[in-house]
């Protein structure tokens, strides 16, 4: 009997221990585990029966009266930091310490997430030892905690063959994005690929780029150093559809065309080329000009009425030459505050450039700004003849150079008056219409204003850089480059959200030692500092027993 009293409460709980680990362990045989713990609990109970009196006692001494405060502090702590999970796990934020930020997505991606309206659902096919899945698991994350609108699961192909055959997937790894009636397909595991699928089945119709041809300009076909092929690939990825075309005595743009990009004519464009983007701008058209020393010279009076001024030189630059390259690629590594260039902390090389400027006299309605300028160590060569070059003061201009310029166009002037000399005899009717709206619905309303809105005369575009082998196949992968290129089409075809800047990088970390370092950061790591340790605890130990 004696022994039952003292050793009750060890076993009952050593039983709802081995209860708790069993029910974790065999999830199968709940009846185990709860099998134990219910006799743990009897016999907790009856040691409480028996050792009812002691119990009294020991409650009135002090020794009961700290140990109890001391519990109820650790209860509380543990309370607390109970709750602060609890809010954490609903309300968290992420933090990423990396220099580069490798455990975060770029700014492109959090742009495209923020604006995202719909949801999207993305199916991941991966088989569970597919080691893609986890680096897929991850990035997918934290694109679900940027925004609500993106949901995902894993489904494993051999366990899901209906799945499998339904979505007609053929290859293991594969990522479907779903959004109304779009989808999109992909098979890798790249932050850029998924923001892309994104874009792809969010965007609500397909804009069109042309590259124009005909006048010597590089081929987006052409899969050599000099052509277009990778920046077609890129635009692609973006969702654009890019074509090709031929204006030649056509007087109007196809229907389609949502940006004219011409890529370094070596000839002049006909008179009537020249008047169809002429009239294309000022109806709200966006164009984008690419032009190289000492080419298309028919192009400098075209672009003065827009405010633009094309000099006849060649942008020469002595820090390029720090950098690997000869005198003759200028480099950029500053730029004008722009929506372009926000976020874009990379260089640009621009190889054989030529500079262009904001015009002093601008037209009415025109907006010129410049974009990127080279060092102060540039200058713009005048001299072009000579077989030397070097800076002339009086005839060169010292840097820093502008290449780059974008200008917004506003709708004329005259197309307003025209209207509202139209609607002069008509006042009297518009007045009644006014009443009748005042009195028609909200939702009426809406309508009206949204037919308004669509009926207004968009701001024409144009964006002139005096170069265009930044962007060849050569040059593209260069830096910042493709990156520059695109956030000035996205903003040209007004897809802001696009503009992006370079992928994130991860720097290489390592620590070269000799032989004898390595010997010695071992024995001090792993044997010397351990043992200290060790000593100065045992000595402590020591002093306190003597005292």
């Known amino acids: 009997m004696e022994i039952l009293r003292k050793y009750t409460n060890t076993v009952g709980l050593i039983l709802v221990i081995a209860g708790l680990i069993a ?18 609990l009897v016999a907790l109970i009856v040691y409480f029966a028996l050792n009812l009196s002691e119990l009294k006692q020991s409650f009135r001494r002090k020794s009961f009266i700290y140990s109890s405060n001391l519990f109820l502090m650790i209860a509380l702590v543990l309370g607390i930091v109970v709750i602060i999970n609890i809010f954490l796990a609903r309300h968290h934020y992420r ?29 991941c096919f991966f088989r569970e030892g597919n080691f893609n899945r986890s680096k897929m698991e991850d990035l997918l994350h934290i694109y679900a905690y940027h925004s609500g609108k993106i949901k995902y699961e894993f489904i494993d192909p051999d366990k899901n063959p209906g ?20 989808e999109s397909r992909i098979t890798t595991t790249s932050e850029e690929d998924i923001t892309n699928a994104i874009i792809k089945v969010t965007r609500e119709r397909k804009k069109v780029i042309y590259f124009l041809e005909g006048h010597g300009e590089a081929s987006i076909e052409d899969s050599e150093a000099g052509g277009y092929s990778q920046l077609k690939s890129e635009l692609e990825k973006l969702g654009y559809e890019v074509k090709k075309l031929t204006l030649a005595l056509a007087d109007n743009f196809p229907k389609d065309l949502s940006l004219l990009v011409i890529p370094g004519p070596r000839k002049d ?7 169809t983007i002429r009239n294309y701008l000022k109806r709200g058209g966006r164009v984008f000009f690419m032009i190289d020393p000492q080419s298309a010279p028919g192009l400098k009076p075209f672009l003065q009425e827009f405010g633009i001024q094309l000099e006849d030189d060649l942008v020469v630059d002595t820090v390029s030459r720090l950098l690997g390259g000869d005198y003759f690629m200028p480099v950029v590594s500053e730029y004008e505050y ?7 902390r990379y260089a640009t090389f621009f190889p054989y450039a030529r500079s262009v400027n904001v015009a002093e006299e601008k037209p009415e309605g025109v907006v010129v700004e410049a974009l990127a300028k080279t060092s102060p160590n540039s200058w713009s060569e005048r001299q072009l003849n000579q077989r030397e070059v070097t800076f002339n003061q009086g005839q060169d201009v010292r ?8 200008a917004t166009i506003s709708p004329p002037k005259e197309n307003q008056s025209n209207k509202e000399t139209a609607n002069q005899p008509n006042q009297e009717e518009n007045k009644k219409e006014n009443k ?21 005369q968009p701001e024409g575009r144009l964006a002139v850089f005096g170069d265009s082998d930044f962007v060849t196949n050569r040059y593209y992968n260069l830096s910042g480059n493709g990156n520059f290129f695109l956030n000035t089409v996205n903003w040209l075809t007004e897809e802001e959200d696009l503009i992006s800047i370079q992928p994130k990088t991860q720097n290489p970390r390592t620590i070269n030692m000799t032989p004898t370092q390595g010997r010695l950061l071992f024995f001090v790591s792993i044997i010397i500092l351990p043992l200290l340790v060790l000593t100065i605890g045992l000595s402590i130990w020591l002093r306190r027993r003597t005292l």
């Open 399 to 406: 840097g820093p150079i502008n290449l780059a310029v974008v």
């Open 95 to 123: 933090f990423d310490f990396t220099e580069a930020k490798l455990h975060s997505l770029s700014d492109k991606s959090v742009q495209v997430l923020k604006n995202l309206n719909k949801e999207v659902m993305i199916r």
């Open 23 to 40: 029910l974790r362990i065999w999830t199968y045989k709940k009846y185990l585990g709860l099998s134990l713990i219910g006799v743990g």
């Open 269 to 275: 464009l006909l008179p009537n080329e020249l008047e």
């Open 436 to 456: 009748n709206q005042e009195k028609s619905s909200p939702e009426e309303k809406a309508s009206t204003e949204k037919t308004q809105e669509e009926t207004k």
């Open 338 to 344: 722009h929506p372009i260039t926000r976020n874009f």
């Open 163 to 182: 799945l499998v055959k339904r979505y007609e997937v053929s290859e293991d790894g594969t990522s479907i994005f779903e959004c109304g009636d779009k």
